[in-house]
């Protein structure tokens, strides 16, 4: 059976752990993109610390590494479709399955609907699948959904997650508005081109799995300001006392046949002391929680995306979101072998 051919789309921190990952499980990487004068020509070995060269120069012709004949190509570059839609584009067009860890393609049939439906259309006319993942993916979406399985009756879904900004790189610190002044994150928050919340997409992907009906949709957001100077090293910045460290959004969904979907998640640089955690909290019948302690959010983003290359590759042709896909497994082997 031949191994997958996968090109690794952006080279920054998230792609740098998934590159070491997909070799590991068997992965034949055959090409990477990105796009400063810093990586371009690289070597993607060198670059992703990996300490040997892998013979795949870094390359900002994107058009060109997915002419190769990849089979699939893992994607760390932004976060919103908006953006997205130009690498999820290039990857359908030339008959490259992607899987993105752009948040909102968990799940953005609401939020960016003639986005997401003509890349649809462009993946299902050139056979290929394009889906999101990540940490949400099981975490925030497919655990879930399974703890609602285990219930007779919902009366409300109350999700509380954080994360830490700088587990990350320099793109998810400045969308999360790090080093801002209150002023300026109030700007940013009331202007009318905010993108929409990661958690939005998560509750859209939540109600959509029970085929329940939303009817009232409403985000508050407020920002996490630093107490004492705290570094941020993705950013090479101290953020000063009351600057914005991050934020906390709150969404909550309300449906007509009566259950409400709530998600408070933080994301912001931490102090020392503080850890990632992730509660959900189902009150019906009967009551059920989930909590997974000081959850690594970093590494269960990049655990999750190569895991589910081989369901991408299986799935249906179109743009197929996560809760349509199989039961997330533990992959022993190397990939290629789960290819039906
Ligand atoms: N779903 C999840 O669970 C999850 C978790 C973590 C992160 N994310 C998202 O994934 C994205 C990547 O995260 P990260 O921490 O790896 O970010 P990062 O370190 O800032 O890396 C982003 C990379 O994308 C490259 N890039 C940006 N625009 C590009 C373009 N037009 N063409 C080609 N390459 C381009 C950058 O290239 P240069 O460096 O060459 O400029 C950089 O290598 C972020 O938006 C983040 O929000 C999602």
Redo the contacts with the bound molecule.
């Keep these: 059976m031949k191994k997958i051919k996968a090109v690794v789309?952006?080279?920054?921190?998230?792609?740098s752990i998934i590159t070491r990952m997909l070799l590991d499980k068997g992965v034949e990487i055959i090409g990477a993109?990105?796009?400063?004068p810093?990586?371009v020509g690289k070597d993607l070995g060198e670059l992703t610390g990996l300490g040997r060269q892998l013979g795949v120069a870094v390359s900002?012709d994107?058009a060109e590494v997915l002419s190769r004949g990849a089979d699939i190509a893992v994607i760390?570059?932004?976060?919103y479709m908006s953006d997205a839609q130009?690498?999820l584009r290039l990857c359908a067009e030339h008959g490259v399955n992607a899987v993105t860890?752009?948040?909102e393609a968990?799940y953005p049939w609401e939020t960016s609907p003639e986005i997401t439906a003509e890349l649809d259309g462009i993946a299902k006319r050139t056979s290929v699948t394009l889906t999101?993942?990540?940490?949400?993916d099981s975490y925030w979406l497919n655990m879930v959904s399974m703890l609602m399985g285990t219930t007779h009756r919902i009366d409300t879904v109350l999700g509380q997650a954080s994360w830490n900004v700088d587990d990350?790189?320099?793109?998810?610190a400045r969308?999360q508005q790090v080093g801002t002044t209150p002023e300026q994150f109030n700007t940013w928050l009331e202007s009318a081109s905010r993108p929409p919340t990661f958690g939005r997409n998560v509750l859209d992907a939540l109600v959509a799995d029970t085929g329940l009906t939303p009817v009232s949709i409403t985000t508050t957001s407020r920002p996490v300001l630093a107490t004492e100077p705290l570094p941020v090293a993705?950013l090479g910045i101290t953020v000063p006392v009351g600057h914005v460290l991050g934020f906390t959004d709150i969404d909550e969904i309300k449906t007509s046949e009566g259950p409400s979907f709530v998600f408070e998640m933080t994301g912001c640089v931490y102090r020392p002391d503080q850890a990632d955690m992730n509660h959900w909290k189902i009150a019906g019948e009967p009551d059920v929680e989930l909590s997974n302690g000081a959850v690594p959010?970093?590494m269960t983003?990049c655990t999750q995306l190569v895991n589910r290359i081989p369901d991408v590759i299986n799935a249906q042709p179109g743009f197929i979101t996560a809760e349509k896909l199989p039961r997330l497994r533990y992959r022993a082997f190397s990939l290629e072998t789960y290819l039906s």
Excluded: C, D, F, W
Excluded at 132 to 136: A, D, V
Excluded at 168 to 172: D, H, I, K, N, R
């Design positions: 789309y952006g080279v920054g921190t998230m792609n993109i990105s796009r400063s810093a990586k900002n994107a760390a570059v932004n976060s130009e690498q860890l752009s948040e968990l999101g993942s990540g940490h949400q990350y790189g320099p793109e998810l969308e993705s959010t970093a983003t």
